[in-house]
Nanobody
Framework: QVQLVESGGGLVQAGGSLRLSCAAS????????MGWFRQAPGKEGELVSI????????RYADSVKGRFTISRDNAKNTVYLQMNSLKPEDTAVYYC??????????????????WGQGTQVTVSS
């Protein structure tokens, strides 16, 4: 069973940047599809970005394209989300999630079965 721990959230002014980290333990995530999701108060959760283990192109929500970048460091068993040009509407709790090992479809949102506890990102205007 993989455990995921997010860090890097905080309070930032609009236009600023944050880098979220998701450190995994319990097993390697080098063969897991990984994703970042977020949930804002009163809103449904949404997928922010996903990255595959098998070389598929990273995907982003339209609302963050060109501003956010997902990456992974398999040697560190960690996934990152670099967030630039932050907007107040990016305010949310951000969660890291993993699919089961070797799952062949990183776009299958309901297959993200392993979740971190979340990290709060607050963007002030």
């Amino acid at each position: 069973q993989v455990q995921l721990v997010e860090s890097g959230g905080g309070l930032v002014q609009a236009g600023g940047s944050l880098r979220l980290s998701c450190a995994a333990s319990g097993r390697t995530i080098s063969t897991s599809n990984m994703g970042w999701f977020r949930q804002a108060p009163g809103k449904e959760g949404e997928l922010v970005s996903i990255i595959s283990w098998y070389g598929a192109p990273e995907r982003y929500a339209d609302s963050v394209k060109g501003r956010f970048t997902i990456s992974r460091d398999n040697a560190k068993n960690t996934v990152y989300l670099q967030m630039n040009s932050l907007k107040p509407e990016d305010t949310a709790v951000y969660y890291c999630a993993a699919q089961d090992d070797y799952y062949p479809n990183y776009a299958a949102q309901n297959e993200y079965r392993h979740w971190g506890q979340g990290t709060q990102v607050t963007v002030s205007s």
